[in-house]
């Protein structure tokens, strides 16, 4: 594969959780319109996601839920057994158009990415990284877990040591219950601590096979710099892994309206430039991210870094367009946005001290005999 490959469909464009769910907002397809706009997205590498057939998502999933998700979608209503039993039909999961074909899209996408990358390259699918489904119930506005679904399809393509790498501000439990003590899987989570789900504490390990670090909140990009070299980058070439696959959720960025961290999308793109060649394969996903702008923008830098791409200081007025065409209703951040959000794609960096709790965190994560070994110099402190 001589050049990355960017996995999108169409679904993502119209289809919404409803007018109210924080997903409410177009995601996907704006990273689409964007990387087009930039003259970054011709039509060779470009991948039109294919829907999952649903005996491939019994690789993880339970075929009884697979099937109420159908019968869902199918009928527009829910039965009583399954909200109580598959979280179907609630406040966090509602029943909308798309309720099935739309996570099944995402992770036909992320499937089809562990076939490509059976020989190696690079695959970007911005509709996947819905990180919180369970095997038998929807979790956290997931509906499947794509992340899982890749790792597990890596796995039947002959790729056997997976560092899934998750800067995602909420932990990743779906993942975590899906590679629970697997010795050849390396975790990393860095999430907001006390976030929903609430899991993923700096002591839990999955068995031997995660690193969780937990971040207060107003995680600054020097703070995630820190974590990146002090962390991340060591354990992960460590490991030596067989592929990568980095969750590069957008909510950990300061406009962010369902997370309280204040990364700028510059630290984002530093994780991935600084895991980029580590192995012979990298797959990035999606993710959360829930302000359009934010994500838009992040997302389309994500692709720009996977290309080597200089990202300008001013957009053209073709990709600007796409920016000012988003509206953001019902939220206080959508009324007055700034005009950066909509002529630019880098943020201004959001420097600031390193704080003691995290630096303790790194060193005794770094320093734990975890599946990825331990660091032997200390030069980080």
Known sequence: MDRPRFIG??????????????????????????????????????????????????????????????????????????????????????????????????????????????????????????????????????????????????????????????????????????FHGDPECLMISVHEERLWPRTGPIEDDAGGAAVNLPVPRG???????????????????????????????????????????????NAHWAVLRALMGVAPRLLVLGGGGYNPWSVGRLWTGVWATLNGFDIPDRLPGVAEAVLRALTFEGNRRGKNPPEHWFTTLRDAPRDGPVRDVIKDRVQLLATRGAAAGRITSQAYW
């Open 219 to 265: 995680l600054n990009d020097s703070e995630m710099a820190f974590i990146r070299e002090a962390l991340i980058v060591p354990k992960v070439t460590g490991f030596r892994p067989d592929a990568i696959v980095l969750l590069c959720g957008a909510d950990g960025v300061e406009e962010d309206p369902l997370a309280h961290l204040s990364l700028s999308n």
């Open 9 to 178: 469909a169409e679904i993502f464009r119209h289809s919404s959780y409803g007018r109210w769910h924080p997903l409410r907002v177009p995601r996907v397809s704006t990273v689409m319109d964007l990387s087009r706009a930039m003259g970054w997205l011709p039509p060779a590498q470009f991948i039109t996601a294919p829907r999952a057939k649903p005996k491939a998502l019994t690789a993880w999933h339970t075929p009884d839920y697979i099937a109420a998700l159908q019968r869902v979608e199918a009928a527009q209503a829910v039965t009583a057994e399954d909200t109580a039993r598959h979280d179907l039909g609630s406040v966090t999961n509602p029943v909308y158009p798309e309720i099935f074909r739309r996570p099944a899209t995402a992770a036909g996408g992320s499937l089809l990415a562990g076939e490509l990358l059976r020989d190696g390259g690079v695959i970007y699918n911005p509709p996947g990284g819905t990180h919180h489904g369970m095997p038998d119930r929807a979790n956290g506005f997931c509906y499947l877990n794509d992340p899982v679904l890749a790792m597990l399809s890596l796995r039947r393509n002959g790729v056997r040591r997976i560092a899934y790498v998750d800067i995602d501000a909420h932990h990743c439990d779906g993942v975590a219950v899906g």
